[in-house]
T-cell receptor, first 115, second 114 residues
Framework: GAVVSQHPSRVICKSGTSVKIECRSL??????MFWYRQFPKQSLMLMAT?????????EQGVEKDKFLINHASLTLSTLTVTSAHPEDSSFYIC???????????FGPGTRLTVL | AQSVTQLDSQVPVFEEAPVELRCNYS??????LFWYVQYPNQGLQLLLK??????LVKGINGFEAEFNKSQTSFHLRKPSVHISDTAEYFC????????????FGKGTMLLVSP
């Protein structure tokens, strides 16, 4: 149980285009989902926290108009990178948790390359 | 706020040797502690966690960790490593109560050679 999937696993796009990444909890209801960004050989940096049905809370320094997060259902959250630039190239990882449960379950990640 | 320090960015070790990956944390409140493993181009897999109770926590793949409150440490150990243990290991902390967001250390790359 407690499986989180991400789609796509890899995406290559041209500079200036938008890319949507999906994060799904397959066998549980995720009241909270988290989006992380990981640069090569570095740690995970939290970008934002989203609760189902409400606006995401962004960490300091993360542009909310560039990284649009939607958590419209208890099993799906999406991250849209708008007007992507090469510096947005990174590994994006989502995680999900249930209410009052002390563990986040991580997705396999999405490798974004912006040309 | 919490912070996590993993002093070793890389730990080389020979197969079947023991290993310890160090993790220290700072927090003004009680914490939950976690170790995750990340294989290349993959997400994170939970190795083990400390929430409460016994300070010695056993996890998957033969790993264990000991919570030491006085030294604010949560070091990860394995008595005999395999080539397949080569991966990046992250220590993470979240605050009690209520379980807020995870704060990760910078990671330690475990390199197991024959």
């Amino acid at each position: 149980g407690a499986v989180v999937s991400q789609h796509p696993s890899r995406v290559i796009c041209k500079s200036g285009t938008s890319v949507k990444i999906e994060c799904r909890s397959l066998d549980f209801q995720a009241t909270t989902m988290f989006w992380y960004r990981q640069f090569p050989k570095q740690s995970l940096m939290l970008m934002a926290t989203s609760n189902e049905g409400s606006k995401a809370t962004y960490e300091q320094g993360v542009e909310k108009d560039k990284f649009l997060i939607n958590h419209a259902s208890l099993t799906l959250s999406t991250l849209t990178v708008t007007s992507a630039h090469p510096e947005d190239s990174s590994f994006y990882i989502c995680s999900a948790k249930q209410t009052n449960y002390n563990e986040q379950f991580f997705g396999p990640g999405t490798r974004l390359t912006v040309l | 706020a919490q912070s996590v320090t993993q002093l070793d960015s890389q730990v080389p070790v020979f197969e079947e040797a023991p290993v310890e990956l160090r993790c220290n944390y700072s927090s003004s409140v009680s914490v939950y502690l976690f170790w995750y493993v990340q294989y290349p181009n993959q997400g994170l897999q939970l190795l083990l966690k400390y929430l409460s109770g016994s300070t010695l926590v056993k996890g998957i793949n033969g790993f264990e960790a000991e919570f030491n409150k006085s030294q604010t440490s949560f070091h990860l150990r394995k008595p005999s490593v395999h080539i397949s243990d080569t991966a990046e290991y992250f220590c993470a902390v979240s605050a009690q109560p209520g379980y807020s967001t995870l704060t990760f250390g910078k990671g330690t790359m475990l390199l197991v050679s024959p």
